[in-house]
C-alpha cells in the first residue's frame, strides 16, 4: 500500500500551525536572524521578503535527484528571496533581487494542484524558510481540494530548529543543504558565521523526524535527502560535512554530492572560489564518502 503523505494524516495540526506562524509575522523569527521586523505592515527583515507570497517560477522540474524526478518530474515552486547572501549565488536575480510575481495563498494552492494534474510527484518547495506560514496555509487548501503527494522542503540549511521542530509531521522530504562548516568560509561567503553549528543541529532533527529517503518504485515518498556542492579549495571542509552525515546522521543518508559549482555573482571577488572545482577534488570528496561508509545518491 502507498505511504500516505504525512500531512494528510495531521490537517487539524497543519491548521493550527500555520495560523500560529502567519500570527509571528508581526514579529519574525522565522529563521536564526530573528529579525522581529513586523512583515505584516510592510517592515522588511534581512532576507527582505514581504508578507505576501512572491513566486518567481512554478512547473515540472528535470534537473533535481532522479528519485524526485521520475518520469513526470519534480513539482517545483521557485520561491524568492533567501536568508543567506551566498557570494555565488546561481539564482541571484530570485534570492537576492526578488525578481518574480506576488500570489496569495488561494493561488498557491490552486498551483500545488495544477502540478499534481501534470503528473508531478511531488511539490517541492525551493527556498521555503520565509514564506512558511503561508506555504502551509496554502497546503492546508490544497489538501482539503485533493492534494495527496509528497511535499519537499528543498532548503539551503539555515533554519530555526524551533521552527523545524514545530511542523513535525507535516514535511514528507526534507532537501536541505550543508555548505560549509568552517566557520570563516560561513562568515565569508554566506554572510552567516554560525551557520555550520545552526545546520548540524537542524539536519539532525529533520532525520529524526523522518528518517532515511524511503522509495516506493524507484520514487521519493519520505525521508532526508542532503546535498553538499563541491567547493574549490574546501576539500577538507567537505569531508568534515561526509563524517558529520555518516558518524550523526545515518550510513543510509541519500547525498547528493555535487560538481556543479560555477564562479557566479560575486565569486570573482575572492580568489580562492573565482575557479571550479577540479575532478581530482571532486572524486576525493567521493572516495571519502565511500570509505566512511556512504553509499547512496552519488557516483564518482
Same mark, same amino acid.
Given at each position: ?19 500560529? @506562524? ?5 514579529? !519574525? ?7 522581529? %521586523? ?19 517560477? %512554478? ?37 537576492? @533581487? ?27 518547495? %525551493? ?11 496554502? @497546503?492546508? @487548501? ?21 521552527? &523545524? ?7 514528507? &522530504? ?11 568560509? !560561513? ?114
Amino acid at each position: 500500500m502507498p505511504m500516505e503523505p504525512l500531512y494528510l494524516g495531521n490537517l487539524s495540526k497543519l491548521k493550527e500551525v500555520f495560523q500560529e @506562524l502567519e500570527a509571528s509575522l508581526e514579529r !519574525c523569527f522565522l529563521c536564526p536572524r530573528g529579525c522581529g %521586523v513586523d512583515r505584516s505592515k510592510g517592515e522588511l527583515g534581512y532576507c527582505k521578503a514581504p508578507a505576501q507570497l512572491v513566486i518567481s517560477s %512554478v512547473g515540472p522540474h528535470f534537473g533535481e535527484e532522479p528519485p524526485l524526478v521520475g518520469w513526470c518530474g519534480s513539482g517545483t515552486i521557485f520561491l524568492t528571496h533567501c536568508n543567506l547572501r551566498c557570494v555565488f549565488c546561481q539564482n541571484f536575480e530570485i534570492s537576492h @533581487l526578488g525578481r518574480g510575481d506576488e500570489v496569495d495563498v488561494e493561488r498557491m494552492a490552486g498551483l500545488m494542484l495544477w502540478l499534481q494534474e501534470r503528473g508531478c510527484h511531488n511539490i517541492n518547495f %525551493v527556498t521555503p524558510t520565509h514564506y512558511l506560514p503561508q506555504i502551509l496555509h496554502a @497546503l492546508y @487548501l490544497a489538501a482539503h481540494r485533493g492534494l495527496k503527494v509528497p511535499v519537499v522542503y528543498n532548503c539551503g540549511g539555515y533554519e530555526s530548529l524551533e521552527i &523545524i521542530k514545530k511542523i513535525k509531521g507535516l514535511i514528507d &522530504i526534507y532537501m536541505p543543504d550543508i555548505k560549509f562548516f568552517d566557520s570563516r568560509a !560561513c562568515s565569508t561567503y554566506l554572510q552567516a558565521p554560525d551557520y555550520g553549528e545552526v545546520v548540524k543541529r537542524v539536519v539532525k532533527e529533520m532525520y529524526l523526524q523522518v528518517g532515511d529517503l524511503v522509495l516506493e518504485d524507484g520514487l521519493a515518498v519520505r525521508g532526508l535527502l542532503v546535498r553538499h556542492l563541491v567547493m574549490p579549495g574546501w576539500v577538507e571542509d567537505s569531508k568534515r560535512v561526509m563524517e558529520f552525515i555518516a558518524e550523526e546522521v545515518s550510513l543510509n543518508t541519500y547525498v547528493n554530492i555535487m560538481f556543479q559549482y560555477r564562479p557566479l555573482y560575486q565569486a570573482q571577488r575572492f580568489p580562492e572560489i573565482s575557479r571550479r572545482p577540479s575532478l581530482g577534488e571532486y572524486r576525493e570528496v567521493c572516495r571519502y564518502a565511500r570509505e566512511l561508509g556512504l553509499r547512496r545518491g552519488f557516483s564518482e
